[in-house]
């Protein structure tokens, strides 16, 4: 059995639940892939669905061997013998538990938007995930949802191993999962589409499930059954479905996903750093900002599969530059970008292509952002880059920073150097890359006006 993605998985998972429909059960997804899955069994059985955020305790000094989990609510679960074997002390523990519990925290706000968490006593509890391996987060899940007053607890996934309710022990009261293979090595094998569900799309899936009411669907629409770069687009325009990009460049072609919202001002392309591609989750989540605040986007991919397996291509500034002059070239085309200013937001290594790009004589680019990005490495072009600059770059990135004020150094054109406190090379600490979103979208919106259109020779 193959599922297309988790959507699909949820909701042939559902037609194994028919017999808790109409019993009032509230259904929890585990983030993130999980919460699709539950999405569709959700709306399958009529029924509210929530998150159920679990965060492991990890040995201080041996982070994969749990000691323990925490849930909402001051919800903890802790595993005396592992604590008492490996000596973990009282102050040691509660350190690792107030910073899992600020995490937790952090996505609890993210992902409900100030929502309270769904009560879940008394009643019983679906949880879904989107397979099972070992089991640890599910049974971790069920044990933070009986603590939080769950009478009745049920795990449903799409597929496990055969041997999967030995694993489970007694942490639920009902076990269901229609595919259980012989040959089962890893969750993702059971599916055509296992892309890394992101921060967004958990979002979106509370959002719409908030949306519909409590017995029935929302008026006048059915249900929302969108393929998954659909569902993509839809999270990332707000509402603008976007389109799949096939931009053909000499002998090859390179993938994207084009998103320009209704009355857009500008369209900012993204160039990727090595390592990564249009699936970045960081790029996703400042396209996602950027389209909100009324700018389209392009990602895709700077290489072919193929030429990636080069690692010397992934680090060809001037390839990459290349590729990312003639997709500009490409978008300038498309009907619904006809006569819109154009920007780079350029991370890592991509923020060199995107400056060595904007550097060339007839590129009209508005404005560039560079996200912990390495200018430096467009070298001798610097000076003639045109468009304004802005370098964001995290406050404990000692090194790129040194780099960035390098780089500013030689740029003759407008800039500015905005540095994020605490934030490293990634900004994945909390709040970070909510500040790099909003500093790229001031920087673009105040760029890509009527008046700056016609100063750039638009």
């Known amino acids: 059995m193959l599922f297309m993605d988790r959507r699909d998985a949820g909701r042939r998972l559902a037609g194994s639940l028919g017999h808790l429909g109409g019993t009032g059960i509230v259904v929890l997804g585990l983030p993130r892939g999980g919460v ?3 999405a569709a069994v959700a709306e399958a059985l009529d029924a509210p669905l929530d998150v159920c955020l679990v965060r492991k305790l990890g040995v201080p000094f041996h982070q994969e061997l749990g000691m323990g989990a925490i849930g909402e609510g001051g919800v903890r679960v802790i595993n005396d013998e592992v ?22 925290d952090s996505r609890a706000r993210r992902y409900r938007g100030g929502r309270a968490p769904i009560g879940l006593e008394g009643r019983t509890v679906l949880v879904v995930d989107d397979g099972v391996a070992t089991g ?21 996934v799409p597929v496990a191993p ?36 992101d921060d967004d799309e958990v979002v979106a899936c509370l959002a719409e499930a908030g949306d519909r009411p409590a017995n029935g669907r929302r008026a ?20 603008e479905v976007g389109r799949e990009a096939y931009i053909r460049i000499g002998g090859a072609t390179l993938r994207g996903r084009l998103t320009v919202p209704e009355g857009a001002a500008g369209v900012v392309v993204f160039a990727h750093g090595s390592g990564s591609s249009r699936h970045s989750p960081r790029n996703r989540f400042v396209a996602t900002g950027l389209n909100r605040a009324g700018l389209g986007t392009l990602l895709f991919d700077l290489l072919t599969e193929e030429e990636e397996a080069d690692r010397a291509n992934v680090f060809d500034t001037g ?34 292509a995107a400056l060595w790009s904007a550097a060339e004589p007839d590129a009209r680019i508005a404005a560039v ?29 000692l090194q790129v920073i040194d780099l960035n004020r390098a780089a500013r150094s030689r740029l003759h ?34 760029h890509m006006t009527p008046a700056a259109h016609t100063a750039a020779g638009f």
Do not use: K
Not at 172 to 184: G, K, N, S, Y
């Open 83 to 104: 604590v008492r074997m490996t000596g973990v002390t009282e102050d040691e523990l509660a350190g690792v538990e107030a910073h899992e519990r600020q995490v937790l």
């Open 136 to 156: 640890s987060t599910a049974r971790a899940a069920c044990r933070i949802a009986r603590a939080r007053g769950a009478e009745r607890i049920v795990l449903a």
């Open 36 to 38: 699709p899955v539950a």
């Open 413 to 446: 054109c407008e800039n500015r150097l905005a540095v994020v406190p605490g934030a490293t090379h990634l900004f994945e600490e909390t709040g970070a890359l909510e500040r790099v979103t909003e500093l790229a979208g001031d920087w673009f919106t105040d």
């Open 319 to 352: 390839l990459l530059a290349g590729r990312l002059t003639d997709a500009t070239g490409w978008l300038r085309g498309q009907p619904e970008c006809e006569g819109l200013a154009v920007g780079y937001f350029g991370a890592s290594t991509g923020a060199g």
């Open 162 to 197: 055969r041997n999967w309710t030995e694993r489970m022990g007694s942490d639920a009261d009902e076990l269901v999962c229609p595919h259980t293979p012989r040959d089962f090595y890893a969750i993702g094998q059971f599916y055509v589409d296992f892309a890394q569900t």
């Open 220 to 239: 006048g629409s059915g249900p929302v059954d969108m393929a998954g770069g659909d569902r993509e687009a839809y999270r990332a325009g707000g509402g």
């Open 369 to 397: 952002v560079s996200r912990g990005g390495r200018p430096d490495l467009a070298g001798p072009r610097l000076p003639e880059v045109t468009a304004p600059t802005l370098l964001i770059v995290g406050g404990d990135d």
